[in-house]
């Protein structure tokens, strides 16, 4: 298991490099220089443009700029924004427990819907019911968030005002955050109302942020449950008289959730990939909304900064993801 | 049990406006976060809106809904004979906002204002690079370094400007937001304590409201200053929630989640003037789409050609296409909100016989030119490319062939200088101060010619007017040079002025008191909401 643990942590190191790069170079590659957009639509003299460039360190040969970079990251500074000149790791710890606020809870309920819907289409195979549940997850995998998220705003709060339109609590509680999770937060405040409150804008966020990864696991889980339902150790064990329950709730379940605990793993990715639309619509502070935005500023600490941290987390969930299907399954530790 | 929980939720949303008006609180739809609460240090409405607006005071203030100035934080102030000197006498008893973090032991004095404009042009000064990468665009942007020769402290409450040259715009210059007026008990505290940066994270100033807490790309919260000079504020408490999707502030406006909101969906504004719970006011905004020829190279260096074309082009199909209404044709190069506007001026009236004819008697035949089209959108022109389009087909019922080019954006802005351009560039212009010596001596001096004047346009005529408007101290004769120079422009026709865009603003019915400004501002000052 030590072997299995260190054989994947030496892979992660040149990963790491990989996406330093990528993030460093990558954004230098689209047109438009940060310098020049901070003076707006005015035009700046060549001057002054020299100048701050120079205060920004960006009129350095190229590998310097990414050496001093990776060497900041290494001993943890990450760099400031070159717009909100504030810390890039502080406003990264800001904004990322609601990133993982609304991830948390779309996956879940992603898990808890899609899980068993993949289950019961595979059991009734062929039938209406399998046909509509692969249907609806198919419709779900191709739905443009953007438009699914607006439709849900003008259905349940536009015209049935059941939810609010976006944010993370209604504007009339006010407390400083202690966790930076609302959920939790609201709690801790004591304010009546408050954690309701919360709970309420956060239903529609992840209605549509777990609306792609639902989809997919279901279709997992329905062909992952096929397949185990055809092996002979299934077929035995129905030949031994057990109950249906017991045949498919531990002997094809558990091994049919082997495929499907990696695309929950891979799922993290996905759910980062669809917070930066979901967040943008519902108004969510996540990282997701603060890459975009960075991005249409050009400014490169903070994508740099912020891609290597996300990058860093998604390695480290599929790490953990690849931990646990190592004690699922043995086999694969070898 | 989701059911139980979002009927809940509905009812408290339905309390949320109810309640917030007992409290009076304002909550704005903002379109976006804003970049830091130094006003100094950025270019942005947003970032002013949230902080320049709300926190602070300007030695002088534009008056609401005007592109005028008015006494600020200077009471009076008296102009040199040589026009050099500008003396502001300091309004007395103004207090600083007293916060959770910081409780100030003195009024305004000329320490605050020398404070503030230091620290944007002495590089010694502690506070010139107090964050990295200061760039104080606004301050070089609009020739301050150039301009000032010192500023003095005369006494506790008078603080004197000297500046190199004339400058009558000087006036509406510090009362844009890049000359907000700060605490230097407040900064000298920061540096005390080694925390510079907060300067640029909890705002301190004199304005209507007091920063309370920002909560990064989600709310920014102030309350309303109890000691403002200018009178405590209707409401209580003023919220600005940030809401980057236009559809989404509409529904957040359309449920109470909010009071007003900037920047609207075209296709929405219908709807919402139909909408009983809301109303919606629009005015031009202070900008300018044009279309600049090259008066430099034949046969655009014939007036009669300029004017001709001028009167080839049907500028309301332009509006109607590109902004489904949401602008209006322009005849002048300044848009009608600011003053000196000469609305007796006639515009050319769109007459393609007319024009054929007229081009036709200047000896022009078989003429191809080009149109250069922007290629990214602007306020004042959302699709230059279909602008062009449309100036295309429009050219080509008088007999001129057009070919429409388009290059990158910086590369546009650049190459669009070049005084052996060969076409027309659609361009246009957002105003910073609502003067008119931004519009018509930036973009039509003869100083200009090879930088912003894209037509190439030295016309002695014009020039003098406008050099002399910018060296008189006296609006009311400024006004006068302006609507002379407005005439010249019209006669001489260095461009084809296209359109105004319009700034809508769709607010709930029980706000009151709020000024639409034509600097594009929005500002809460005197808001109030109706029981």
Redesign the interface.
């Known amino acids: 298991m030590l072997r299995f643990l260190l054989g994947r942590l030496a892979v992660l190191i040149p990963t790491f490099i990989g996406v330093s790069i990528i993030a460093f170079s990558f954004i230098r590659l689209l047109p438009g220089d940060p310098v020049a957009l901070l003076s707006g639509e005015r035009v700046m003299s060549p001057e002054r443009h020299a100048q701050i460039s120079h205060e920004l360190g960006f009129d350095r040969p190229m590998i310097t700029q990414y050496l001093d970079y990776l060497g900041g990251v290494l001993s943890g500074d990450f760099g400031t924004s070159i717009v909100t000149k504030s810390s890039i790791l502080d406003q990264f710890f800001v904004l990322f427990p609601a990133t993982v606020e609304l991830s948390v809870c779309a996956i879940i309920l992603a898990i808890v819907l899609g899980i068993p819907a993949g289950i019961f289409a595979a059991i009734k195979r062929g039938t209406l019911f399998d046909q509509t549940i692969m249907g609806t997850a198919l419709v779900g995998y191709s739905m443009p968030i953007f438009w699914w998220g607006l439709l849900l705003i003008i259905l349940f709060s536009g015209i049935l005002q059941w939810t609010p339109v976006s944010g993370r609590i209604s504007l009339m509680y006010f407390f400083p955050p202690v966790t930076g999770f609302m959920l939790i937060d609201s709690l801790l405040s004591g304010q009546s109302g408050a954690f309701k409150s919360a709970v309420s804008h956060l239903l529609l966020p992840t209605i549509v942020l777990s609306t792609i990864p639902l989809a997919v696991i279901a279709r997992q889980t329905r062909s992952a449950m096929l397949e185990v339902l055809g092996e002979d150790y299934v077929r035995t064990a129905r030949a031994k008289g057990l109950s249906p329950f017991r045949v498919i709730g531990v002997h094809a379940l558990r091994n049919a959730m082997i495929p499907v605990v990696t695309t929950i793993g891979l799922q993290v990715g996905v759910l980062l990939a669809g917070a930066i639309l979901t967040e943008t619509i519902f108004s969510w502070p996540g990282i997701g909304k603060w890459m975009v935005d960075s991005v249409f500023r050009r400014d490169y600490p903070v994508i740099q900064g912020g891609l290597l941290l996300i990058a860093g987390i998604i390695m480290v969930v599929n790490l953990i993801v690849d931990l646990l299907y190592g004690l699922i399954n043995p086999r694969i530790r070898r | 049990m ?1 059911r139980k ?6 009812l ?3 309390t ?1 406006l109810s ?2 008006a007992s409290a009076k ?1 304002f ?1 704005y739809c903002s379109e ?2 804003p ?2 609460f130094d006003p100094g ?1 950025y ?2 409405g947003t970032t002013f809106d949230a902080a320049a607006h709300t926190v602070y005071n300007r030695l002088l203030e534009f008056k609401p809904g005007t592109t005028e100035t008015e006494p600020g934080l200077a009471e009076s102030w008296e102009i040199s004979d040589d026009g050099l000197q500008y003396t502001f006498k300091l309004r007395p008893g103004v207090k600083f906002q007293t916060t959770e973090f910081f409780t100030p032991t003195r009024d305004l004095n000329a320490d605050d204002v020398i404070f503030s404009f230091e620290r944007q042009f002495k590089a010694d000064n502690p506070w010139h ?1 107090y ?5 104080w ?2 301050f ?2 609009m020739g301050f370094p150039d301009l000032i020769s010192s500023i003095e402290k005369v006494d506790d409450m008078t603080v004197k400007f000297t500046l190199k040259e004339k400058e009558a715009p000087f006036l509406a210059n510090v009362a844009m937001p890049f000359a907000s007026i700060m605490s230097k008990e407040y900064a000298d505290k920061l540096a005390a304590d080694g925390k510079m ?1 907060q300067l ?2 909890m705002p301190l100033g004199t304005g209507p409201f007091a920063f309370v ?1 920002y ?5 920014i ?1 102030y309350k309303a200053n109890p000691d403002y000079w200018n009178g405590k504020q209707k409401i209580d408490d003023l ?1 600005f ?5 236009a ?2 502030r509409y ?2 406006l ?2 109470g ?1 909010c009071h007003l909101m900037p920047f609207p969906n075209a296709a929405d504004v219908e709807a919402m003037k139909a909408d009983p719970n809301l109303k919606v006011v629009e005015q031009e905004g202070l900008n300018i789409a044009y279309l600049a020829y090259n008066t430099t190279q034949a046969p655009f260096d014939k007036v009669e050609v300029r004017k001709a074309l001028n009167m080839a082009i049907n500028k309301q199909a332009i509006v109607d296409a590109v902004f489904q209404g949401a602008a209006t044709p322009a005849k002048n190069p300044i848009p009608p909100t600011m003053w000196s506007y000469n609305d007796a001026i006639q515009d050319d009236k769109y007459d393609p016989e007319a024009s054929k004819k007229m081009l036709e008697e200047a000896g022009v035949k078989d003429l191809s030119m080009k149109v250069w089209a922007m290629p990214v959108a ?1 306020p004042y022109m959302l699709n230059a490319r279909r602008a062009a389009e449309l100036i295309q087909s429009d050219f080509e019922k008088v007999g001129v062939k057009v070919e429409v080019v388009s290059y ?1 954006w ?1 590369e546009y ?1 650049e190459r669009s200088k070049a005084k052996d351009r060969d076409g027309a560039v659609i361009l246009g212009w ?1 105003g910073d101060n609502g003067d008119p010596d931004n519009f018509l001596h930036t973009l039509l001096g003869c100083d200009a010619v090879g ?2 004047n894209r037509a190439q346009w030295c016309n002695e005529e014009f020039n003098k007017l406008v050099v002399q408007a910018k060296t008189t101290s006296d609006q009311a004769e400024r006004a006068k040079l302006y609507e002379q120079a407005q005439e010249v422009f019209k006669r001489e026709a260095p461009w084809a002025t296209l359109d105004h865009s319009l700034s809508v603003v769709p607010m709930r019915k029980e706000v009151e008191g709020f000024h639409q400004s034509p600097l594009g501002d929005f500002a809460f000052e005197g808001v109030d909401l109706a029981e």
């Open positions: 989701i929980l979002t009927f809940a939720a509905a408290m949303a339905a949320v309640s917030a609180t909550v976006g976060s970049e830091g240090l270019t942005s690079q964050v990295a990468g200061a760039a665009e606004y070089n942007g940066n640029n994270q807490a909560q990064q790309d989600a709310v919260r919220v929630a940030i809401t980057t999707d559809a989404v529904q957040k359309k449920a989640e602007r990158e910086a802005l957002t930088g912003n």
